[in-house]
């Protein structure tokens, strides 16, 4: 289908928001926003985690908060690199495994991440004898938080761009595969939903349920089903990877799509059986603040 007559001057640009990867850079070092994103994500998602376990009923002690943010981080840095190689550009890392490395240049999976993050509780949760889905319960209730920053970084790179539209808050992003039509800022649309609208639904159901706490699963379902079904939803306005071009995942249904399908399956099975798994909160060693 060809393109409708655009006139570009009429929207946003890029270049006019000033904005840059770097924040600013000394050397050889250089501070990015993308870094600061994770780092951000994981120091908010650790102190509010915290605030978590202050309500009765909490599924761990501080100790054992303080030791998962170090197999979160690894988690999500090693989980979303590997997910990235192996759901998004196989061959090219393939080709030039030494890229591999290259952490910079960007490439992460949040498929990947969340992958890694689950076996990450699963071990932890084994090695110090909690529950599983209680634990993920709580750290599904401050995920989106990185989620929100991560977008917010994807649009400050300039990267992940949507699909060419004429809405009227569409932006040129810079470069030939993004310009010089307007497109869709779909790296906002998932910080607002996977971010901000996801939050406030699981914590509404946190703070103001007397039973989602309660019931092992249910809010990491309601984080899977959220997610997956955001998720899906913005992958019609965002531009296919370019490495798809041509492809099924580029012309029936994206690769987000296809890995968003056994999240949102997961997710329903676990709200779903979430009533049947109610359990009597048993205190947590070292956590006074357990009903």
Same mark, same amino acid.
């Given at each position: 289908m060809p393109l409708p007559q655009? +006139?570009?001057?009429?929207?946003?640009?890029?270049?006019? *928001?000033? $904005?840059?990867?770097?924040?600013? =850079?000394?050397?050889?070092?250089?501070?990015?926003?993308?870094?600061?994103?994770?780092?951000?994500?994981?120091? #908010?998602?650790?102190?509010?985690? /915290?605030? $978590?376990? +202050?309500? &009765?009923? %909490? &599924?761990? %002690? !501080? !100790?054992h908060v303080d030791d998962f943010v170090f197999w979160a981080t690894?988690?999500?840095? /090693?989980?979303?690199? @590997?997910?990235?190689? /192996?759901?998004?550009?196989?061959?090219?890392?393939?080709?030039?495994?030494? +890229?591999?490395?290259? $952490?910079?240049?960007?490439?992460?999976?949040?498929?990947? #991440?969340? /992958?890694?993050?689950? *076996? %990450?509780?699963?071990?932890?949760?084994?090695?110090?004898?909690?529950?599983?889905? !209680?634990?993920?319960?709580?750290?599904?209730?401050?995920?989106?938080?990185?989620?929100?920053?991560?977008?917010? %970084?994807?649009? @400050?790179n300039g990267e992940l761009w949507g699909k060419v539209t004429t809405v009227p808050w569409a932006i040129v992003f810079p470069g030939p595969e993004a310009g010089p039509l307007p497109r869709h800022p =779909?790296?906002?649309?998932?910080?607002?939903?996977?971010?901000?609208? $996801?939050?406030?639904? *699981?914590?509404?159901?946190?703070?103001?349920?007397?039973t989602a706490r309660y019931r092992p699963g249910l809010l990491a379902g309601t984080f899977l089903t959220g997610y997956g079904a955001f998720r899906f939803f913005v992958e019609f306005f965002r531009e296919p990877d370019q490495q798809f071009a041509g492809t099924f995942f580029a012309t029936t249904l994206h690769m987000g799509q296809l890995l968003d399908l056994p999240m949102l399956i997961f997710g329903l099975y676990l709200i779903a059986t979430a009533k049947g798994r109610r359990v009597r909160v048993e205190p947590v060693a070292g956590n006074d603040s357990v009903a």
């Open positions: 655009i +006139d570009p001057s009429h929207y946003i640009h890029f270049t006019d *928001l000033h $904005l840059h990867p770097e924040i600013f =850079s000394i050397g050889f070092f250089a501070l990015r926003w993308y870094s600061l994103a994770y780092i951000t994500g994981i120091i #908010a998602g650790w102190w509010y985690v /915290l605030k $978590l376990i +202050d309500r &009765p009923g %909490a &599924p761990m %002690a !501080r !100790r690894l988690a999500v840095i /090693l989980g979303g690199r @590997v997910g990235y190689i /192996l759901f998004y550009n196989f061959a090219e890392y393939a080709a030039h495994p030494a +890229d591999i490395f290259k $952490l910079w240049e960007g490439g992460m999976s949040f498929h990947g #991440a969340m /992958l890694a993050v689950a *076996l %990450a509780i699963t071990a932890f949760c084994r090695k110090n004898g909690l529950s599983i889905l !209680r634990f993920g319960d709580y750290i599904a209730v401050v995920a989106p938080i990185g989620l929100f920053f991560g977008r917010l %970084a994807n649009f @400050v =779909s790296q906002l649309y998932e910080a607002g939903l996977e971010g901000i609208v $996801l939050f406030a639904i *699981l914590n509404l159901m946190f703070w103001r349920s007397k």
